[in-house]
């Protein structure tokens, strides 16, 4: 096996192995998921409108999944951040 190959094969077998996210916004309220496991988090604006305020959180690591709780909120909080920038409602 070459060695370009088998970085390529590293490369994808770790992709993999992340969990990939999802983003949608529902109503005036954005919701990040990793589909098929208990993480999910819901943000939406604060009374001021300046940045986003975190409900529904997970309380526990989900041990179905290599991503650790902290690990799925610090991305959550990313893509929520990214998502409401895209929308305009935050700067």
């Known amino acids: 096996m070459g060695r370009f190959f088998r970085l390529a094969l590293s ?3 770790i992709w993999a192995m992340i969990p ?7 109503d005036h309220e954005i919701v990040v998921t990793v589909p098929g496991f208990r993480y999910s988090a819901t943000y939406c604006k ?3 409108a300046r940045h ?3 409900r529904n959180i997970p309380i526990t690591d989900d041990l179905r999944i290599t991503m650790k ?3 799925f909120l610090v991305a959550a909080k990313k893509l ?3 998502k409401a920038r895209e929308l ?3 700067v």
């Open 11 to 13: 490369l994808v077998l």
């Open 20 to 26: 990939q996210l999802r983003v949608q916004v529902i």
């Open 46 to 48: 604060s009374y001021d």
């Open 52 to 54: 986003l305020v975190a």
């Open 69 to 71: 709780k902290s690990e």
């Open 80 to 82: 929520a951040n990214d």
């Open 88 to 90: 305009g409602w935050i």
